[in-house]
């Protein structure tokens, strides 16, 4: 049987939560909502076939890169940065522009056995990357309210790979008719167009790279 004194701290700890979120972290959760229409919407594809969908998840992309945007902008506006909401962010970026563009691209033609290994190494340069910048943050920032520069490029860099995928649906060239065809290489295919991918993560981890932020 359990004990009756507990429910009151149990309670109290689920209104805290409640009382931890912000404004801010209404507009981080509509980013992880559209990334998850957009892997939803990729699955959808690949068993329809219907350009539409596949569009229209890539059309999500961008709107994630909004709320992302904005979320941040109002957290400053407001003064309620906190810990809750930056681990709120980093998980949404995961899912918006780690995740979901690599289902697109999956969903596209690029899933020789060579792509998929490319494409699990961008999600987890993504993770690592966010891992990162989390834990360095307060350093690079050297007590202003915002970190100056960026180490490696930001994960929402990922759009334009799914401009390009979403150009590429738009013109047909999906499937077997992938741009830059497929190369078989020892026991699996490789579709060149996932090396842009494989550049991206990389980019992303680079310590060398700083990229000022506005």
Request: charged share 15%; hydrophobic share 50%.
């Amino acid at each position: 049987m359990s004990d009756p004194r507990q429910a009151p701290t149990r309670s109290s700890r689920h209104f805290s939560m409640i009382r931890g979120f912000h404004l801010a972290d209404a507009f981080t959760l509509g980013n992880a909502a559209c990334g998850v229409g957009a892997v939803f919407l990729a699955m959808a594809y690949v068993a329809s076939q219907s350009i539409t969908q596949f569009l229209w998840a890539a059309a999500l992309a961008p709107a994630a890169f909004v709320f992302d945007v904005f979320d941040g902008r109002i957290a400053r506006w407001r003064q309620t940065h906190s810990a809750l909401g930056r681990e709120l962010d980093s998980l949404a970026d995961v899912i918006s522009f780690g995740v979901a563009p690599a289902s697109l691209a999956f969903a596209a033609g690029l899933d020789g056995g060579w792509d998929c290994l490319i494409l699990i190494y961008f999600v987890c340069c993504g993770v690592s990357r966010l891992a990162r910048y989390n834990v360095t943050a307060e350093s690079l920032s050297e007590g202003a309210d915002k970190v100056k520069y960026f180490e490696g490029t930001p994960i929402p860099t990922s759009v334009a790979l799914v401009g390009v995928l979403a150009y590429a649906a738009w013109q047909g060239h999906v499937g077997t008719a992938i741009w830059g065809g497929a190369w078989t290489l020892g026991p699996w295919m490789l579709h060149p167009l996932t090396l842009l991918f494989g550049l991206s993560g990389t980019l992303m981890i680079s310590k060398t790279l700083h990229i000022p932020k506005f």
